[in-house]
């Protein structure tokens, strides 16, 4: 791996919100195929960090290179590395006023330019992989909650991205739903995406985790492989931490 | 929300007694001391006419005024929907210039009189663009044709249409306003997550406005882009004072050749109230139907 560039390099990374730094020189590089795990309290920075990787937060300053393209002030910067990267939200975000059908194909049809016959095979294959494909035209709000994550994460593969994000997917889930929405990004681990996610699914982090990493008060604490630390962590922090969420 | 009562209290008898007493002082006036000559008779004729030439009925003044004040407020209403949108859009723009000047316009509007407002966008605005684009010769040319059926349908006397033209631009841009604001106030009622979801697809903002933003907004805001409609008829009846012949400028007219102010007023009045009571009937309506 060492040789190799990674696909997203966070480098010095800070963050203010007028007088609050929310991220304190955070670094971090993810390699095309990884699964990284961030996990750490809330408000220690986490969706914040993930949110820098597609430009919804702006850095303060340091580097963020996705893609060897670097994020800056460049509307064209941002939309083509947003391109590359998708995102899966706590709250679905799906749009309302859209069948499921055309919540995935919007945005190969805006963005992409693909034609609707190809949009429409491509979101159906999709809708099939996260296992809901009779509910194609139904609207989001006649959908359960596990459902709704599922079309969600189907409109972000569509787009075909090279990356994709995870804030919290699950966090606003009924318990029974937990379940359906890991599998399915258990599959798409399997599959070799690169991912990055955000959660306090400790289970689903060891099983799909090549590298764990623990954030508290805007910093990033410490960062290991699975094994080592969900065994063996260095800081007390990252102890205690696991301690309280793995407790019960 | 206390629970309606139904059944009368002493209280309301007084309250009517009271407002009784006052209606019969009024009318007490009139009768005694104007000694005013009713002459409701007239007024139905001034509604529909008998032509005797042509052996059918035609519409006078007050029709006539009724159409046109119907005519001016779709295309004011259609023409302020635009604008405000394209208004409420630049107020929530990241363009601080942009943001500024969609600004001061809506503080410029809410902040001075309509009837100054209308006299001075007719003034400076409209008449100029019915100038620039010669309008008036173009409409005069209409006019003279044989088949101006359809013209005349749209938009009745084509003679008239320059003046019509004017008052439903400066009406629309005195009305945009307060669409900008309500469209504004949609959009910014729509979850930030709706935008950060579109974004992070890689769609533009236009795209971003058109499919996801837009659609939901306006949805959201019928019901009160509704009640600014019956507003703007109502608000129609001020561009009278730029001889724009609608039901007030005819009910002047009216009042000018028959000296029945009373009942020209009334009877104006009247048409008013059946006019936006009928809309407002049939927004609620239309409201209840698409909320099931």
Redesign the interface.
């Known amino acids: 791996m060492l040789d190799r560039t990674p696909i997203i390099d966070i480098r010095g990374v800070n963050k203010f919100y007028d007088g609050f730094q929310a991220l304190t020189d955070v670094s971090l590089s993810v390699f095309s195929g990884q699964r990284v795990v961030i996990c750490g309290p809330s408000g220690s920075g986490k969706s914040t960090l993930i949110r820098c990787i597609?430009r919804?937060e702006e850095h303060s300053s340091g580097q963020l290179i996705v893609d060897g393209t670097e994020l800056n002030d460049e509307t064209r910067n941002i939309?083509?590395i947003?391109?590359e990267?998708?995102?899966v939200?706590q709250?679905f975000?799906?749009?309302?006023?859209l069948t499921v059908l055309e919540n995935l194909t919007?945005?190969p049809m805006?963005?992409r330019r693909a034609s609707r016959r190809d949009a429409e095979a491509t979101a159906r294959k999709y809708l099939e992989r996260v296992h809901i494909p009779e509910q194609a035209d139904k609207y989001p709000s006649q959908l359960s909650g596990g459902q709704q994550q599922r079309v969600a994460i189907a409109?972000s593969l569509c787009?075909e991205t090279r990356v994709m994000l995870f804030d919290e997917p699950t966090s606003a889930l009924d318990p029974e739903m937990i379940g359906e929405v890991l599998e399915v990004m258990v599959e798409l681990a399997d599959s070799g995406m690169t991912m990055i996610v955000v959660t306090h699914e400790m289970g689903f982090a060891r099983r799909v985790a090549d590298l764990m990493v623990f954030m508290e008060a805007g910093r990033i604490v410490e960062t290991a492989p699975p094994e080592k630390f969900f065994t063996n962590p260095e800081s007390e922090r990252c102890r205690v931490f696991l301690e309280q969420i793995l407790s019960h | 929300m206390q629970r309606k009562r139904r059944r009368l209290h002493w209280l309301d008898f007084v309250i009517v007694g009271v407002l009784a007493a006052f209606v019969s002082f009024v009318w007490f006036r009139i009768e005694g001391t104007l000694n005013y000559r009713w002459n409701w008779g007239i007024i139905p004729n001034y509604i529909l006419r008998y032509d005797a030439e042509d052996g059918r009925w035609v519409a006078n003044l007050l029709l006539q005024g009724l159409i046109t004040t119907v005519r001016v407020s779709i295309y004011a209403g259609i023409l302020a929907l635009i604008l405000g949108t394209v208004l409420g859009i630049a107020r929530c723009a990241t363009n601080l210039t942009v943001r500024m000047l969609a600004r001061t316009y809506l503080e410029v509007l809410r902040n001075i009189p309509p009837v100054v407002v209308i006299f001075i966008f007719y003034f400076f605005l409209s008449e100029q663009l019915v100038a620039a684009f010669n309008i008036e010769g173009w409409a005069r040319a209409i006019a003279r044709q044989e088949n101006s059926g359809v013209w005349e349908f749209f938009f009745g006397d084509m003679r008239r249409f320059p003046s019509m033209i004017s008052g439903v631009i400066v009406l629309a841009l005195f009305e945009s306003a307060f669409v900008g604001e309500i469209v504004r106030s949609g959009i910014q009622s729509i979850?930030r997550?709706?935008s950060?979801?579109?974004?992070?697809?890689?769609?533009?903002w236009v795209?971003e406005m058109r499919?996801?933003i837009l659609?939901?907004a306006l949805?959201r805001v019928v019901p009160p882009l509704a009640n600014q409609f019956i507003s703007l008829v109502k608000d129609s009846s001020i561009i009278s004072l730029i001889s724009v012949q609608e039901l007030t400028y005819k009910t002047v007219e009216l009042v000018a050749s028959t000296r029945a102010i009373f009942e020209a007023w009334i009877t104006t009045a009247g048409l008013y109230f059946v006019l936006c009571f009928s809309l407002s009937m049939l927004f609620r309506r239309l409201e209840r139907d698409a909320s099931r």
């Open positions: 597609n919804l939309r083509a947003r391109q990267v998708g995102m939200f709250q975000n799906l749009f309302p006023h919007i945005g805006r963005v409109r787009m | 979850e997550g709706q950060e979801a579109a974004r992070s697809l890689g769609m533009t795209d499919f996801i659609p939901q949805k």
